[in-house]
């Protein structure tokens, strides 16, 4: 086969798979177009229109309408609770994990593993026993423990090999001048693991950011995350179409983000290396 | 250093797992008089949802369309397609699609799923669209409420399917693709003898995951049709939730938890064997 040749037959080649990927690309954009020119138009319909106008409007009475601000505020309570306490706990366990070998450790991974395949849907009507008999429910507080108990397993899993890939040398040696196990691995091992945490993070964070069925059975009224408050327009009959993309837009923005800013950092293979391990 | 992480994961998750094993024996409701003092029935619950007719396989034919169709083919089949497709275009197109494919699967599940709500209800833009081509068009959720919410998920999740085997297949040697090519190998020889058996490993890995995660949905279905219209729509999580927190048949709803259970169990058992035998559990040192 003549290099001539080949190239000739690769060209058109190309640009179908090319056509391909655009037809592709237009139809994965079609479910965004509506709730992106809603959130634009003054008082839109559930139609897709051209016209009507463009206005930042929707986006400014979101931001100042306290029942939003409310949602948002519950979400991000949620979202933040469960990431401090998920990576704080995951890496205390983690450490062991990964470093004293034992049978024990052994069973330990797999009911970690285990419990990473835990469907917790199906926990709910005794977790929701369990809230209402401790009266812990409609509390934010203790719905965040709840959601760190669904996120530790993952988190621990992937934390123990981020922590593998730590040589033991360099803890070694700061035993030896003195230093404790707590030491260690405050002063060595969680600084050389902070793109392996910042994973972990973003993980817990846009789960518990996103989650909607944990809130809807735990919490009710103001504590309600914007999760439950979008679903509550559904069927709601009046609402501002508009109001409500803006607010979908503005709560969708954070894990995007997040995602990007912890990507660009620590690259997208890494970041998968986290989701394969899960 | 473990012990307060066991602590929670005991108390939030093997708490619940265990009570959700005994409460399905009893006869508990919320609001009814046995709320607070329910007694043990034996295996009445179980004898009620093995019984024809109790919605039981219906949900289960139901979650098996969904994990088929959204995960399997939606997700699993189209995301290698993409991946292979992607290797062929060029760079810019491939970041853009890639970027949209990804913003789909990073939003908040119920955005995704007020999304597609809209887009397929009566007066919404599949309806303008079909119009304008001249066809009639009704809300699929309504006439076809399995297939709108997994066009839904497939449209989510295709993401994670593909930028795992779009890193795998970046993985395999372009070497040996040229050198089969050298040796007259056709497009899908190439395919199902070298590509396929190298990225195997990959592929098991997501169908695995991609299993357990659909197998668990709730919220995406639930927000759409909330199981319907009638029960059209509900697969094994709306029909526990719907027994529990809607007739309130808290006992009956474990019981059928218990089997939602048991799946995932059998599910997370063969991930455990493929990660060990693959070796990813370095549990030998």
Redesign the interface.
């Known amino acids: 086969m003549s290099t001539r040749h080949r190239t000739r037959r690769r060209v058109p080649?190309?640009t179908l798979?090319?056509l391909?990927?655009?037809m592709?690309?237009v139809v994965?954009?079609?479910?965004?177009?509506?709730?992106v020119a809603a959130a634009f138009q003054p008082h839109p319909?559930?139609?897709?229109t051209g016209g009507g106008g463009f206005t930042f409007s929707n986006f400014t009475s979101v931001v100042g309408a306290g029942s939003f601000r409310t949602a948002l505020g519950s979400s991000l309570y949620l979202a933040i609770g469960t990431t401090v306490?998920t990576t704080t706990?995951?890496i205390?366990?983690a450490?062991?994990?990964s470093r004293f070998?034992s049978r024990l450790?052994?069973w330990?991974?797999?009911v970690l593993?285990?419990?990473?395949?835990?469907?917790?849907?199906?926990?709910?009507?005794?977790?929701?026993?369990?809230y209402v008999t401790a009266n812990l429910i409609n509390s934010k507080f203790w719905t965040v423990?709840?959601l760190?108990?669904?996120s530790?397993?993952f988190a621990?899993w992937i934390g123990r090999a981020f922590i593998?890939a730590v040589p033991r040398e360099l803890e070694e040696s700061a035993w030896v001048d003195g230093s404790s196990?707590w030491g260690s691995l405050a002063r060595i091992v969680v600084p050389l693991i902070l793109p392996g945490i910042s994973v972990m993070a973003v993980y817990t964070f846009?789960n518990a950011?996103?989650n909607?069925?944990i809130p809807l059975?735990l919490l009710q009224g103001s504590n309600e995350p914007?999760?439950?408050t979008?679903?509550g327009?559904?069927s709601q009959y009046g609402v501002d179409y508009g109001h409500?993309a803006a607010f979908?837009l503005v709560?969708?923005l954070p894990?995007?983000l997040l995602?990007l800013l912890v990507s660009r950092w620590v690259g997208?293979?890494f970041m998968?290396g986290g989701?394969?391990?899960? | 250093?473990?012990l307060?992480?066991?602590v929670?994961?005991l108390?939030?998750?093997g708490?619940?797992?265990m009570?959700?094993f005994v409460?399905s024996f009893t006869n508990?409701t919320v609001t009814g008089p046995a709320a607070r003092h329910y007694h043990f029935i034996g295996f009445d619950n179980y004898r009620k949802l093995f019984a024809s007719g109790s919605g039981l396989t219906d949900s289960i034919r139901r979650s098996l369309y969904y994990l088929v169709v959204s995960a399997y083919l939606g997700q699993a089949v189209f995301g290698f397609f993409?991946a292979m497709?992607?290797q062929?275009?060029?760079r810019a197109?491939?970041a853009?699609?890639g970027a949209?494919?990804?913003?789909?699967w990073?939003?908040?599940?119920?955005?995704?799923?007020?999304?597609?709500?809209?887009?397929l209800?009566d007066?919404?833009?599949a309806q303008?669209a079909t119009q304008a081509l001249g066809l009639h068009y009704s809300s699929w959720l309504v006439t076809h409420p399995m297939l709108a919410v997994s066009l839904?998920n497939s449209?989510r999740g295709v993401a994670?399917s593909y930028?795992?085997f779009s890193?795998a297949l970046s993985d395999v040697p372009k070497d040996l693709i040229e050198a089969a090519k050298v040796d007259g190998a056709g497009g899908l020889r190439r395919l199902w003898r070298i590509i396929l058996p190298l990225v195997s490993t990959t592929i098991l890995?997501d169908l695995v995951?991609i299993t357990?995660g659909t197998?668990?949905d709730?919220?995406l279905i639930?927000?759409m049709t909330g199981g319907g219209p009638g029960d059209a729509s509900s697969v094994l999580?709306v029909f526990?939730?719907r027994q529990?927190?809607v007739t309130y048949q808290?006992a009956f709803?474990?019981a059928?938890?218990?089997v939602?259970?048991a799946?995932?169990?059998v599910?997370?058992?063969i991930?455990?064997r493929i990660?060990r035998r693959q070796g990813?559990?370095?549990?030998a040192?």
């Open positions: 080649r190309k798979a090319n391909a990927l655009i592709i690309g994965f954009l079609v479910p965004f177009v509506w709730l319909t559930l139609q897709l306490f706990l995951a205390l366990a450490y062991p994990l070998g450790q052994r330990f991974v797999f593993i285990f419990l990473t395949g835990l469907p917790i849907i199906a926990l709910m009507i005794p977790a929701y026993d369990f423990w709840f760190t108990a669904t530790l397993p621990t593998d196990r846009v950011w996103s909607f069925f059975i914007a999760a439950v979008i679903y327009y559904f409500v979908a709560y969708s894990p995007v995602f997208r293979g998968l989701a394969m391990k899960g | 250093m473990a307060p992480m066991v929670v994961v108390v939030f998750l708490w619940p797992t009570w959700t409460l508990m993409l497709l992607m062929r275009c060029s197109l491939r853009a699609v949209i494919v990804v913003v789909a990073l939003i908040p599940e119920i955005v995704i799923a007020w999304m597609w709500f809209v887009l209800s007066g919404g833009t303008q839904a449209w994670f930028l795992l890193a890995i995951l357990l197998l668990n709730f919220s639930y927000a999580s526990m939730y529990a927190f808290l709803g474990t059928i938890a218990v939602m259970l799946l995932g169990a599910f997370a058992v991930y455990i990660l990813a559990l370095n549990l040192r």
